[in-house]
């Protein structure tokens, strides 16, 4: 299994639900990367739902994560592959912010990836990384670790 989150929770929990959360922020609408995404998914979905349900949430994973926790207030862990850079990362540290607050406990996992953000390295042989960070106040701070 290539998704190491999901391999955790089935190994781990007694009780699950399957969620993938979408931002539509995050795509740029018919393009390759968008076709071949949704219909990975679908692919997905169509695999999993023989044997369980995959709760697909569409749009802004705070608000979405919210409604699940008032209508599951018991709901109390949660397994994710997490996102090193980018939008991803950034999205990550949200949720995490709120599953804290919540008292919700967080596993997570690196997804499985062909190299990882430390491992590009420039020709001096020095890792290049940017550090995304939301603050309290919601802004982005962005700066280079060497």
Known sequence: MDNKALYHALNNSEQLILIFQINPDQFICNSYNHRAFFSSLRHLKEQVDTSAHLQVFWGDPLIS??????????????????????????????????????????????????????????????????????????????????
């Open 65 to 146: 994560f919210r409604k699940l926790k008032n209508k599951l207030p018991e709901w109390n862990s949660i397994y994710f592959n997490s996102d090193e850079t980018g939008y991803g990362n950034i999205r990550d540290q949200q949720v995490q912010q709120f599953f804290d607050e919540e008292q919700i406990k967080s596993f997570i996992y690196q997804d499985a990836y062909l190299h990882g953000s430390q491992e590009i390295k420039k020709i001096t042989m020095i890792i290049i990384k940017y550090s995304l960070r939301i603050t309290k106040n919601g802004l982005k701070e962005k700066k280079k670790v060497l």
